[in-house]
């Protein structure tokens, strides 16, 4: 693999952001429409206490992936009612075309007290080309379970072999790797397979092996196929001390398969590192693969977790 | 109608002085029957930290067979402990269910966790015990049953029941939180899913019993028994408002399924109501009915939803369940 950096496309605080935003433009996501390409990305408020609400928001691409022809002006999906799992925040939206309609899986935050947040996954459905979306219930279609007992979002889902695969992560363990810091978590990525998208059958175990540690955390898979193999990019870091040091932070990690169920992870074959310099040089993370015309373009955040906006990349032939 | 004659209380937690873990409360009596005593597994509680936070801890005591009012034992610690940083049963074990299968015992349990906009959550965990019911070891650090697209938050009150070879949970699924002049307070309906094993579930996903109270009403600890063909449920139900009090505080309904999943409710034959005082004279809830040598008795909460004790009941006519 081997791919040509195409530079930052969407800087956040150039644009009028729907619902209070003002900055982030995290984990972006391709929806390819007849004239265009939705991405979507989450951004963030401030609310009334001070803490971030991540929201949902798009800008248009022309094919071409370097004009902006539209940027959403209104709420594209509703953060949850009191108490419910996307209270304060939907980070990110995964969005699959399936016939007529357009499926997005959210990860829902909900904040707590001993540790600062949990997350499961819901779903929403667009009947209007990914405009707007009307959530499937309150609840999640997936949350903490016997062997995943919190922290389920990332999901990624795709359709092979007339089977529905979600890619997601789960959580294993909130650490207190500093007495004067709070708990940090660790997570992993797993497998889930559905015949309608809604009710998953999940393996039950982590897939990609990992690399630097066993606290590693391992973040937004993103999968494609191309020359008779699966891909897969990820992000992946430390558990701690990760905002700040360079080396603790996100890099994109790379694995690949024959039969979706065993990996192989060889992150040197990514083709794609941080930068010398500027806004990708620090860290890179939340990846998303997508197809448009006959190219595989690759859509990231860099420093800062997305503050000030993604990039793109597009994979040589 | 169901006819109970109260037998007064059987235990009081706050007669035990050295047990840090169990100054107060004795909730969500469940009952495991051995050849010459009773257990009684329910939920207690250390005092509140300074910031009113209550933690709960499952707990038993062991009553004579031949006298159900004479405590033979009270156990000494904690016989589940609390769920890892972060998890869904950080905070508490309770209610609780208690099952027996061959040689193992299970107890389902709520969960509790706590949040920032609303104050807790719960999920339904599972624990066993290998020692026929001094301890238990949860399955896994999540849980067994917990949050759907119609079942958005607060899975809880569990009743775990084998029948015709499969199993069977009632418990009750969270509906809404509302806010009010101070915290916000959540309504929740009875609900059941069933497994093969126990541990995967498959939801029903509609409400069991018609409410009372309004849309709003509160409904808990759904205990199903069978008999003579019918599913009886006893069940506590309670306003969603003002609750804390004799007014808007719990009472025990009643209902019966010959199928288990439609389910006429007629609390007017549950038969057990307030006293005129004392201990039960404000509330009664979370009713456990169980046979014993030809008996049917009742272990119930009473006023402060439980704060106080456990109390019993026994069943003196008639002994018709088809009426």
Same mark, same amino acid.
């Given at each position: 693999?081997?791919?040509?950096?195409l530079?930052?496309?969407?800087?956040?605080?150039?644009?009028?952001?729907?619902?209070?935003?003002?900055e982030f433009?995290?984990?972006?996501?391709?929806?390819?429409?007849?004239?265009?390409?939705?991405?979507?990305?989450?951004?963030?408020?401030?609310?009334?206490?001070?803490?971030?609400?991540?929201?949902?928001?798009?800008?248009?691409?022309?094919?071409?992936?370097?004009?902006i022809?539209?940027?959403?002006?209104?709420?594209?999906?509703?953060?949850?009612?009191?108490?419910?799992?996307?209270?304060?925040?939907?980070?990110?939206?995964?969005?699959a075309?399936?016939?007529?309609?357009?499926?997005?899986?959210?990860?829902?935050?909900?904040?707590?007290?001993?540790?600062?947040?949990?997350?499961?996954?819901?779903?929403?459905?667009?009947?209007?080309?990914?405009?707007?979306?009307?959530?499937?219930?309150?609840?999640?279609?997936?949350?903490?379970?016997?062997?995943?007992?919190?922290?389920?979002?990332?999901?990624?889902?795709?359709?092979?072999?007339?089977?529905y695969?979600?890619?997601?992560?789960?959580?294993?363990?909130?650490?207190?790797f500093?007495?004067?810091?709070?708990?940090d978590?660790? @997570?992993?990525?797993?497998?889930a397979? &559905?015949? $309608?998208? *809604? +009710? =998953?059958? %999940?393996?039950?175990?982590?897939?990609?092996? #990992?690399?630097?540690?066993?606290?590693?955390c391992?973040?937004?898979?993103t999968?494609?196929h191309?020359?008779?193999?699966?891909?897969?990019?990820?992000?992946?870091?430390?558990?701690?001390?990760?905002?700040?040091?360079?080396?603790?932070? @996100?890099?994109?990690?790379?694995?690949? &398969?024959? $039969?979706? *169920? +065993? =990996?192989? %992870?060889?992150?040197?074959?990514?083709?794609? #590192?941080?930068?010398e310099?500027?806004?990708?040089?620090?860290?890179?993370?939340y990846?998303?693969?997508?197809?448009?015309?006959?190219?595989?373009?690759?859509?990231?955040?860099?420093?800062?977790?997305?503050?000030?906006?993604?990039?793109?990349?597009?994979?040589?032939? | 109608?169901?006819?109970?004659?109260k037998?007064?209380k059987?235990?009081?937690?706050?007669?035990?002085?050295?047990?840090?873990?169990?100054?107060?409360?004795?909730?969500?009596p469940?009952?495991?029957?051995?050849?010459?005593?009773?257990?009684?597994?329910?939920?207690?509680?250390?005092?509140?930290?300074?910031?009113?936070?209550?933690?709960?801890?499952?707990?038993?005591?062991?009553?004579?067979?031949?006298?159900?009012?004479?405590?033979?034992?009270?156990?000494?610690?904690?016989?589940?402990?609390?769920?890892?940083?972060?998890?869904?049963?950080?905070?508490?074990?309770?209610?609780i269910?208690?099952?027996?299968?061959q040689?193992?015992?299970?107890?389902y349990y709520?969960?509790?966790?706590?949040?920032?906009?609303?104050?807790?959550?719960?999920?339904?965990?599972?624990?066993?015990?290998?020692?026929?019911?001094?301890?238990?070891?949860?399955?896994?650090?999540?849980?067994?049953?917990?949050?759907?697209p119609?079942?958005?938050?607060?899975?809880?009150?569990?009743?775990?029941?084998?029948?015709?070879?499969?199993?069977?949970?009632?418990?009750?699924?969270?509906?809404?939180?509302?806010?009010?002049?101070t915290?916000?307070?959540?309504?929740?309906?009875?609900?059941?899913?069933?497994?093969?094993?126990?541990?995967?579930?498959?939801?029903?996903?509609?409400?069991l019993?018609?409410?009372?109270?309004?849309?709003?009403?509160?409904?808990?600890?759904?205990?199903?028994?069978?008999?003579?063909?019918?599913?009886?449920?006893?069940?506590s139900?309670r306003?969603?408002?003002?609750?804390?009090?004799?007014?808007g505080?719990?009472?025990?309904?009643?209902?019966?399924?010959?199928?288990?999943?439609?389910?006429?409710?007629?609390d007017?034959?549950?038969?057990?109501?307030?006293?005129?005082?004392?201990?039960?004279?404000?509330?009664?809830?979370?009713?456990?009915?169980?046979?014993?040598?030809?008996?049917?008795?009742?272990?119930?909460?009473?006023?402060?939803?439980?704060?106080?004790?456990?109390?019993?009941a026994?069943?003196?006519?008639?002994?018709?369940?088809?009426?």
């Amino acid at each position: 693999m081997k791919w040509t950096k195409l530079g930052k496309i969407f800087d956040p605080t150039e644009h009028s952001l729907s619902n209070n935003c003002v900055e982030f433009a995290q984990s972006p996501h391709a929806l390819v429409l007849r004239d265009r390409v939705r991405v979507y990305f989450s951004t963030r408020e401030r609310d009334k206490i001070g803490k971030y609400l991540s929201h949902v928001a798009f800008v248009d691409f022309a094919k071409n992936m370097q004009n902006i022809i539209d940027i959403s002006k209104h709420t594209i999906i509703e953060l949850g009612k009191l108490g419910c799992f996307d209270e304060h925040g939907i980070f990110p939206i995964h969005v699959a075309r399936d016939g007529d309609r357009v499926l997005a899986y959210t990860a829902g935050w909900n904040r707590k007290i001993s540790v600062s947040v949990d997350a499961s996954i819901g779903l929403a459905i667009s009947h209007d080309d990914g405009r707007t979306f009307q959530k499937y219930g309150n609840g999640p279609i997936m949350t903490a379970s016997l062997n995943e007992p919190f922290l389920i979002g990332d999901a990624f889902v795709a359709l092979f072999g007339g089977s529905y695969h979600m890619w997601y992560i789960y959580g294993t363990k909130w650490k207190k790797f500093k007495e004067s810091d709070p708990p940090d978590r660790v @997570y992993k990525i797993a497998h889930a397979i &559905s015949e $309608d998208g *809604i +009710n =998953w059958h %999940r393996d039950g175990r982590q897939i990609i092996a #990992d690399r630097l540690n066993i606290d590693e955390c391992q973040a937004l898979p993103t999968v494609f196929h191309r020359d008779e193999t699966y891909h897969m990019y990820f992000c992946y870091r430390q558990a701690h001390g990760f905002r700040k040091k360079r080396n603790n932070a @996100y890099r994109l990690g790379y694995a690949y &398969s024959n $039969d979706l *169920i +065993n =990996w192989e %992870r060889n992150d040197n074959k990514a083709g794609i #590192d941080v930068s010398e310099e500027g806004w990708d040089s620090q860290m890179q993370c939340y990846p998303h693969v997508f197809k448009s015309g006959e190219n595989f373009y690759l859509l990231y955040n860099g420093n800062e977790f997305g503050r000030f906006g993604f990039g793109l990349a597009v994979l040589e032939k | 109608m169901f006819k109970w004659k109260k037998l007064g209380k059987v235990f009081d937690p706050r007669d035990y002085k050295n047990k840090s873990w169990m100054q107060e409360f004795a909730q969500s009596p469940s009952v495991l029957i051995f050849e010459k005593h009773v257990r009684v597994y329910f939920c207690s509680r250390p005092s509140p930290t300074p910031d009113d936070q209550y933690l709960s801890f499952l707990s038993y005591i062991d009553l004579d067979r031949q006298n159900l009012l004479r405590i033979l034992n009270v156990c000494g610690i904690p016989i589940l402990s609390l769920g890892a940083l972060g998890t869904f049963d950080e905070f508490g074990t309770n209610p609780i269910s208690v099952i027996r299968v061959q040689d193992e015992v299970r107890v389902y349990y709520t969960g509790w966790t706590r949040c920032e906009s609303v104050p807790f959550n719960g999920a339904i965990g599972l624990a066993i015990s290998h020692d026929n019911g001094d301890s238990f070891t949860r399955l896994g650090e999540g849980p067994v049953l917990s949050y759907s697209p119609d079942e958005p938050f607060l899975l809880g009150s569990p009743r775990i029941r084998k029948y015709l070879g499969k199993w069977h949970l009632w418990y009750i699924a969270g509906k809404e939180w509302l806010q009010t002049d101070t915290k916000p307070e959540p309504v929740y309906k009875i609900r059941m899913a069933s497994s093969e094993d126990g541990i995967n579930w498959i939801k029903l996903g509609k409400d069991l019993i018609q409410s009372k109270l309004g849309e709003h009403e509160c409904q808990a600890c759904p205990d199903v028994t069978f008999r003579e063909g019918k599913y009886h449920m006893f069940f506590s139900y309670r306003h969603s408002h003002n609750y804390k009090g004799k007014e808007g505080g719990y009472r025990i309904g009643y209902a019966s399924s010959v199928d288990m999943i439609n389910w006429n409710r007629c609390d007017e034959i549950a038969g057990m109501n307030v006293s005129e005082n004392g201990w039960d004279s404000e509330m009664v809830s979370y009713p456990h009915v169980f046979l014993l040598d030809g008996e049917t008795y009742m272990l119930y909460q009473g006023n402060e939803m439980g704060r106080t004790g456990i109390g019993l009941a026994k069943l003196t006519s008639p002994q018709n369940w088809c009426s």
